[in-house]
C-alpha cells in the first residue's frame, strides 16, 4: 500500500471549513483514498472515500488532485464533536473487501469554540 | 440493527497467560479483520478472516490466531502474553464480494492491559 503523509495537527474555529491535506505521491492507479477518524476512546469511523474524481457525502467532501498525489478532506462545518485524529488511508478498494488498511499516525484536528 | 459488538470491553492479564477476545460482525458482514492499536499509535493490520480461513495476515507473530465461526463471530487468540501486547484491539467488519462498499464498520474495541 501506498505511504501517506499528513500534518500532525490542525485547528479549526467551530463553524469554519476544516481542510486536512494528505499527500499520497506513491499511490498506483487502482489503489483508492480512504479516510477514518476516530474520536477518543471510540474506534475508526469511515467518513469517505475515492479513486479519482471527487467525492461528497452527508459527512465531508474528497477533493483528489488530477495527478492523485495528494487530497484534501472538507468539513464544511467543524464542530467540537468533529474534535478526533484523521488517518489518511491509501489501498486496494472496490468490489472485494481486502480490510488490510495500513493506518498511519494521522492528523489531531482540534475545533475550538 | 447493533453494529460490530466485541467483548470483554476492558481486561486485565499478567505476562505469559492467554487472552481470547471476541467480535460479532454488523448485520450481513461476512468479513472480519482484526486491528491492535498500541497507545498514541494508528492501528495496525493482525489478520482478517473470511469463510472460516485466515485470508490475510500482517506482521505479526504466530503467538496471534484467530477463529472464525459459521455465523461469521470472530475470536482473536493471544498466547504467551508480553507487556508489549498491551494495547486496544480492534475488530472491523465488512462485505466480501459485489455488496462490498469499501467502508469497514469498527467495534469500540477491547482494551488489554498486561501487567
Known amino acids: 500500500d501506498a505511504k501517506t503523509t499528513q500534518p500532525t495537527s490542525m485547528d479549526c474555529a467551530e463553524g469554519r471549513a476544516a481542510n486536512l491535506p494528505c499527500n499520497h505521491s506513491t499511490i498506483s492507479g487502482n489503489e483508492y483514498v480512504y479516510w477514518y477518524r476516530q474520536i477518543h476512546s471510540q474506534g475508526p469511523q469511515y467518513i469517505i472515500h475515492?479513486?479519482?474524481n471527487n467525492e461528497t457525502n452527508e459527512m465531508a467532501s474528497l477533493i483528489i488532485t488530477e495527478d492523485r498525489k495528494s487530497s484534501t478532506l472538507i468539513l464544511p462545518h467543524a464542530t467540537l464533536r468533529d474534535t478526533a485524529v484523521y488517518y489518511c488511508?491509501?489501498?486496494?478498494?472496490?468490489?472485494?473487501?481486502?480490510?488490510?488498511?495500513?493506518f498511519g499516525q494521522g492528523t489531531i484536528l482540534t475545533v475550538h469554540p | 440493527d447493533a453494529g460490530v459488538t466485541q467483548s470483554p470491553t476492558h481486561l486485565i492479564k499478567t505476562r505469559g497467560q492467554q487472552v481470547t477476545l471476541r467480535c460479532s460482525p454488523k448485520?450481513?458482514?461476512?468479513?472480519v479483520s482484526w486491528y491492535q492499536q498500541a497507545l498514541g499509535q494508528g492501528p495496525q493490520f493482525i489478520f482478517q478472516y473470511y469463510e472460516e480461513e485466515e485470508r490475510q495476515r500482517g506482521n505479526f507473530p504466530d503467538r496471534f490466531s484467530g477463529h472464525q465461526f459459521p455465523n461469521y463471530s470472530s475470536e482473536l487468540n493471544v498466547n504467551a502474553l508480553l507487556l508489549g501486547d498491551s494495547a486496544l484491539y480492534l475488530c472491523a467488519s465488512s462485505v466480501t464480494g459485489f455488496a462490498n462498499t469499501g467502508e469497514l464498520f469498527f467495534g469500540e474495541g477491547s482494551r488489554l492491559t498486561v501487567l
Open positions: 448485520s450481513g458482514h461476512d468479513t
Open positions: 488511508i491509501v489501498s486496494l478498494g472496490g468490489g472485494t473487501s481486502y480490510g488490510k488498511l495500513t
Open positions: 475515492g479513486l479519482k
